[in-house]
C-alpha cells in the first residue's frame, strides 16, 4: 500500500486546511488509518485516527473539537479538516495505514505498517 498525503500549505492563525491521505496498491476496505505530526526538534505525536468502517474516531486532546477525521472507502482516502489552527500545529503531518480484520482506533505509530511522505503545514501567527 502506498500513502500519498497534501493538501499542506501556509495559513494563518485561526485558518483551516484540509489534508487528503490517498492510498493505492493493495487497497481495501479493512485499512485503519490515523494522522501523526512531527514538528521541528519534537518527537512525532499521535493526531486523530479511524476505523475501517468509520465508526469510531479518535483524536489527541490538543485537536479535540478543531480537527475531524473522516474517510471515503470508495475513494481509498482519509481526511483531516483542520479548524482553528494555532501556530503550535505547524510541523509535518504524515497518515499510516494499518490492516486489521478489527474495525478500531489506534493511537500508537508502531502498530501502522505502512506511512505517507508527510505534507508540511505552516500556522503563522
Known amino acids: 500500500v502506498q500513502l500519498q498525503a497534501s493538501g499542506g500549505g501556509l495559513v494563518q492563525a485561526g485558518g483551516f486546511l484540509r489534508l487528503s491521505c490517498a492510498a493505492s496498491g493493495r487497497t481495501g476496505s479493512r485499512y485503519n488509518m490515523g494522522w501523526f505530526r512531527q514538528a521541528p526538534g519534537k518527537e512525532r505525536e499521535f493526531v486523530a485516527a479511524?476505523?475501517?468502517?468509520?465508526?469510531?474516531?479518535s483524536y489527541a486532546d490538543s485537536v479535540k473539537g478543531r480537527f475531524t477525521i473522516s474517510r471515503d472507502n470508495a475513494k481509498n482516502t482519509v481526511y483531516l479538516q483542520m479548524n482553528s489552527l494555532k501556530p503550535e500545529d505547524t510541523a509535518v503531518y504524515y497518515c499510516?495505514?494499518?490492516?486489521?480484520?478489527?474495525?478500531?482506533?489506534?493511537?500508537?505509530?508502531?502498530?501502522?505498517?505502512?506511512w505517507g511522505q508527510g505534507t508540511l503545514v505552516t500556522v503563522s501567527s
Open positions: 479511524i476505523s475501517w468502517s468509520g465508526a469510531s474516531t
Open positions: 499510516a495505514a494499518d490492516w486489521d480484520p478489527d474495525s478500531r482506533t489506534i493511537v500508537v505509530g508502531a502498530e501502522y505498517d505502512y
